[in-house]
């Protein structure tokens, strides 16, 4: 079997055996994923690459001290890191921050998306701007619960163990943004089919 076929535990087995593209082929397999989180909590794309390096030295660290547990999944994992390291982060620096685009880095030009017809690349375009806009408007917990639930992939449980609140917060500050975001399109007259 060829190493890019392998899952993620194999991966960290033969990473942990001495082979050193094992882990390198894990790092690019995750890597638009964490990078990204890490880009839509920081917006400093200095400082998400260096949370980014960070974030998988202590990975590296805790595998080679055979800390972590195969029982859960790799991404989640890695993800629970980065956001630990962005909130440390934040509570140095004592602040928070508010999700958007800048002129060198848009979260949606790493979204995996089918080859489409101009028109259709155009309207998703438009459409992708205007959840953007509505996403950096929400107040920072519906952000964050927006951002780890469609951008990471993360389920509402993974979520509340992140962010420390009840499942039954991260679902309602989600069913509050969902509310909030339909509430400013309609005052805005935007168009979110």
Not at 38 to 52: A, G, M, Q, R, V
Request: charge should be positive; hydrophobic fraction near 40%.
């Amino acid at each position: 079997m060829k190493v890019q076929q392998l899952t993620d535990k194999e991966l960290i087995l033969e990473y942990l055996k001495g082979n050193d593209k094992a882990f390198e082929i894990l790092l690019n397999r995750h890597r638009d994923k964490i990078y990204t989180s890490i880009y839509l909590f920081t917006k400093d794309p200095d400082l998400s690459e260096d949370i980014f390096q960070d974030v998988f030295i202590k990975i590296i660290d805790t595998l080679r001290k055979g800390k972590y547990n195969h029982e859960g999944k790799f991404l989640q994992w890695a993800m629970r890191i980065s956001y630990n390291m962005c909130v440390d982060n934040f509570r140095r620096s004592k602040r928070r921050t508010k999700v958007s685009a800048t002129e060198t880095f848009d979260i949606f030009d790493v979204l995996e998306t089918k080859d489409d017809n101009m028109e259709t690349t155009m309207m998703k375009s438009q459409l992708h701007k205007t959840v953007r806009s509505l996403v950096d408007q929400l107040p920072a917990e519906q952000r964050e619960v927006v951002i780890l639930r469609h951008y990471a992939e993360m389920s509402f449980k993974e979520i509340s163990q992140l962010t420390r609140v009840s499942i039954n917060t991260a679902l309602g500050r989600m069913r509050y943004a969902l509310i909030n975001m339909r509430k400013m399109a309609d005052e805005k007259k935007m168009l979110v089919s």
